[in-house]
């Protein structure tokens, strides 16, 4: 597995996992079950400051995230990691499903969410899918960001003055057919049955997008697609 935007993952490596939360018992039960499936667990913390600590040494792949921890919450841990190094991805493993605190995370930097009532199964396919960049979101929190996608994109952005303007970067047409598909919701392996391409060949597009926008990961990549309308073509 090659990771999309610049990540550590390599070819047939294991997912390298690290797992927050400031439940002992908990935490060491996430951290158990992913070691069990074949993820390589790297690390865990307890609270906010250590977690950042220890993720930045550790070079996590993927960041097995709760929201609610002492000495810095989840939301400021994603802001600073996910800033820090744009390649990480983040799933927020939350009991909240709370409206406020789900779009908090995403703004944060967070690819997922999922609540702690999922399966073992679910989080071990979430886990999977957040490290290829697939957005993750426990049923019924997927429209919910999407509408604030939308929201977000619909306000008005000040114009950028005429002199000095760099060019809109040209986009190839199957970039545009990806881009537009990806704005639709539509994971990497929905769109590469769509297009009847491989998985890797959209994960390229992916990639190659984010270059020529200068974005940093799919969060901001959806964004940019809704603010120009190609999730309604």
Request: hydrophobic letters at 40%; proline letters at 5%; charged letters at 25%.
């Amino acid at each position: 597995m090659t990771d999309t935007e610049g990540g550590a993952i390599t070819e047939g490596g294991a997912i390298r996992v690290m797992v927050v939360d400031d439940h002992p018992m908990w935490r060491d039960a996430v951290a158990r079950d992913l070691a069990e499936s074949g993820f390589e667990v790297v690390a865990t913390a307890g609270d906010g400051e250590q977690a950042v600590r220890r993720a930045r040494a550790a070079a996590p792949d993927v960041l097995v995230l709760d929201l609610n921890l002492p000495a810095k919450p989840g939301v400021q841990v994603c802001k600073e990691l996910v800033g820090h190094n744009p390649a990480l991805r983040v799933l927020v493993l939350s009991a909240s499903g709370e409206h406020a605190d789900v779009l908090e995370a995403v703004k944060s930097g967070a690819t997922g969410y999922l609540l702690k009532s999922a399966s073992t199964e679910e989080l071990l396919d979430a886990v999977r899918r957040t490290a290829v960049g697939d957005p993750v979101f426990t049923p019924g929190l997927a429209g919910l960001v999407l509408g604030e996608y939308r929201r977000l994109a619909a306000e008005p952005v000040p114009a950028a003055p005429e002199a000095g303007r760099p060019r809109a970067p040209q986009l190839t047409d199957r970039e545009t057919e990806v881009l537009r598909l990806v704005a639709k919701g539509l994971s990497y392996k929905q769109i590469a049955e769509r297009l009847v391409i491989s998985h890797r060949t959209v994960q390229n597009h992916v990639q190659n997008t984010l270059g020529k926008l200068q974005l940093h990961n799919r969060v901001e990549l959806v964004r940019y697609a809704i603010e120009r309308g190609l999730d309604d073509e």
